[in-house]
């Protein structure tokens, strides 16, 4: 499986390497707990919540930023700028909120939905073990998000 991860927004400057090493790292992961395949290449890219807005209105129909937009071609497309107003509600950081999305991103690929209330709590706790599980491994000593 082929991750690229773009930054197409301005305002943060952002360890895109980091969060590229670690899509790549859950990948195999959301695989083994795949409700149908996911495809081969998958690009995350960072926007702004203008930019965000925009394809949420041209795919959705609805004119506001959201979170996460995930298309089944591969296309993750992530608001840098929600994640940020996230990161400061759940006393967290950018960096974690913008994994967690990817998290996101890559279960709706691999069949999961979250339009319902169980959707939502399932996936919700299949996103927040794999990305520990992630960030348990391979993380140097001392080093900090």
Do not use: C, W
């Not at 959705?60 to 930023?65: E, K, N, P, S, V």
């Not at 089944?72 to 950081?93: L, Y």
């Amino acid at each position: 499986m082929q991750i690229e991860v773009l930054n197409r927004q301005r305002k943060y400057q952002l360890p895109v390497g980091q969060l590229l090493s670690f899509a790549q790292r859950l990948a195999p992961l959301v695989s083994n707990v795949a409700r149908n395949e996911i495809p081969e290449e998958i690009l995350v890219v960072l926007v702004s919540d203008r930019k965000i807005s925009a394809v949420h209105q041209q795919f959705m129909g609805i004119a506001a930023a959201t979170d996460v937009i995930t298309f089944q071609h591969g296309e993750i497309v992530v608001s840098v700028e929600t994640a940020a107003r996230q990161a400061i509600e759940f006393e967290t950081d950018l960096l974690h909120e913008l994994r967690l999305y990817v998290a996101h991103g890559l279960l709706h690929l691999a069949g999961y939905d979250d339009h319902s209330e169980d959707g939502f709590q399932e996936m919700a706790k299949v996103q927040n073990e794999l990305v520990a599980k992630v960030r348990s491994k391979n993380v140097p000593k001392g080093l900090k998000d």
